[in-house]
């Protein structure tokens, strides 16, 4: 892999006059040294967080997470370059200029998520939580265990009585960063509540274009159709597994039993020869493509970092097995690739993540799914695994099963996170045990740990999980978009990449989300083609 746009960047601070913020913006052309300037400044900081957070995961070099944001802060609590911003922002409707339109738009929304990200004491909380949780070591019975070893061996185990056991391991975790992570959650909510917002997850709905009403709205729809499917599998396993109650610890140990292809057939020593395999026959040139793809422990099933876009992008997958570490590896495949075919002039069209704003994180799971549903089609099945025919046509048969289990993990995660933004002060334990009996059906018991906090998306990554549940209404709808286009040949087809780079990667966050959607598959966002996949109609 080329690394030297990485070296060439360390020297650009050295070339480049940095933004006048004593001077007055008087003159589109003064605009565009302005945000030329700033955009720069931008991608230094974004390659230094990238940088800072690769090496936290990878444990490759130092992780200096406090100077990186540091970075961040230079930008964005500077009052003078956010009020030329927004000043310029309020005239842009008579530039006549759409690009420049765009990237003012993007850098308002900018300024209101990294005002929050960059503050001092938020990012000092916010990254002593990461290192805590990153650095974190669990234990059962008195010996060290991974996180991926507590996920493999939950699904794995038949005993009832070890299942609850290695399910309570995370409460390790949880106890210990469960008071720090409220009072995060409460300086969010401040802070947002100066930008004029009810609380941070409404502040973040908004930079991410999505509509709160729609979204709860779509979320309680999507539970209450999925209920009676999931209460079914409840039911069936208490019989089958012979259990008097059907508790937490038992959903992943119930679903491989009900659905699922024998890990033998997805081999992890073969997963990335696979993986570029496919990419290839659809047309990605993987060989040439600056991403790196690394196997390491950390809290995540996988993590994609784009640390310079286009030209350096790097992901992690943790150790699992099976068909779930394939589509891990597909889906976080399918995030480089957005990363390294995005072709836009401005920094800050590009899609950086860290500062919340920068681009849709929806938009970005979803077209990331798009790769990690290949692997669920009957001929991908028979192409690139030794399954039967038999298995393969039981196995699809019944994945609408653990996809509908999956979506209400998500609402699980959702909504606890969601709940305690719009009420930090409330127990966390009990409001924990109310949303697993709405959402999974099943109640931890009094004596049980609280899990919720060892959950490491709610402190780097907050306010993300509803971002899942609409890129799995993305992925299929752009699936059938596909199918309509390729047939069959939708997985093996060169044409195939270049309609996705055309429709879904080049043009990054030059335009809206919701248009690229309505763009690429002929209509907006809705969850038919998604109900159709879990088997559900109306």
Not at 173 to 184: G, N, P, Y
Not at 521 to 535: D, I, N, Q, V
């Amino acid at each position: 892999m080329n690394l030297t746009p990485i070296v060439l960047l360390a020297s650009l601070p050295l070339m480049v006059v940095s933004c006048q913020t004593d001077d007055r913006v008087t003159s589109k052309d003064q605009l565009f040294l302005f945000l030329d300037a700033l955009e720069h400044e931008y991608e230094l900081a974004c390659h230094e967080m990238g940088i800072a957070n690769w090496n936290s995961y990878s444990k490759e070099g130092p992780a200096d997470l406090d100077s990186a944001k540091a970075r961040f802060a230079n930008i964005f609590l500077d009052e003078k370059r956010r009020a030329t911003i927004e000043e310029w922002r309020g005239k842009s409707g008579s530039l006549a200029d759409e690009m420049l339109a765009r990237r003012l738009e993007m850098w308002h929304r900018c300024f209101i998520g990294g005002s929050i990200y960059a503050d001092p004491q938020i990012a000092a909380l916010e990254n002593s939580l990461q290192e805590r949780i990153t650095d974190f070591k669990l234990s059962y019975q008195g010996k060290p265990i991974t996180r991926a070893q507590v996920s493999n061996r939950l699904r794995e185990e038949k005993n009832q009585r070890r299942r609850h056991a290695l399910w309570q391991v995370p409460g390790q975790l949880s106890s210990q960063v469960k008071d720090d992570l409220i009072r995060l959650v409460k300086m969010r909510n401040e802070r947002a509540k100066k930008h004029g917002f009810p609380n941070y997850y409404s502040l973040v709905l908004h930079l991410h274009a999505i509509d709160e009403q729609w979204l709860i709205q779509t979320l309680t729809m999507l539970e209450e159709k999925t209920r009676p499917t999931y209460q079914e599998f409840i039911d069936a396993s208490k019989k089958k597994f012979k259990l008097k109650e059907f508790d937490p610890w038992d959903s992943d140990f119930a679903m491989r039993e009900a659905v699922s292809l024998p890990d033998k057939y997805f081999s992890a020593d073969s997963v990335f020869a696979i993986l570029h395999r496919f990419e290839e026959s659809i047309g990605f040139p993987v060989d040439s493509l600056p991403i790196k793809e690394v196997v390491k422990d950390i809290p995540y099933g996988g993590l994609s970092l784009a640390l310079r876009i286009p030209e350096d992008s790097r992901f992690l997958v943790n150790p699992t097995k099976g068909r779930r570490f394939f589509g891990t590896a597909f889906h976080e495949y399918g995030h480089s690739l957005q990363s390294v075919y995005t072709n836009v002039e401005h920094a800050i069209l590009k899609g950086y993540e860290w500062i919340p704003g920068g681009h849709c994180p929806a938009y970005s799971e979803g077209i990331a799914n798009l790769h990690s549903e290949f692997i669920d089609h009957p001929l991908w099945l028979s192409t690139y695994t030794k399954a039967k025919p038999a298995e393969i046509e039981k196995y699809l048969a019944g994945l609408g099963l653990p996809t509908v289990y999956r979506l209400r993990r998500l609402l699980r995660d959702f909504f606890i996170e969601y709940e305690l933004y719009k009420n930090p002060g409330r127990d966390a334990a009990a409001l924990e045990r109310e949303i697993y009996r709405k959402c999974l059906l099943v109640e931890p018991g009094e004596r049980d740990p609280h899990l919720f906090a060892a959950n490491i998306w709610y402190t780097t990554y907050p306010c993300y999980f509803q971002n899942y549940v609409i890129a799995d209404m993305i992925a299929p709808q752009l699936q059938e978009a596909l199918t309509s286009r390729f047939g069959e040949e939708k997985l093996s087809n060169p044409a195939v990449s270049t309609w996705i780079i055309e429709h879904l990667y080049a043009d990054g966050e030059a335009r809206e989300w919701t248009q690229r959607i309505r763009e690429a598959t002929g209509k907006s966002l809705e969850t038919g083609a998604y109900l159709r996949k879990l088997g559900i109609t109306d």
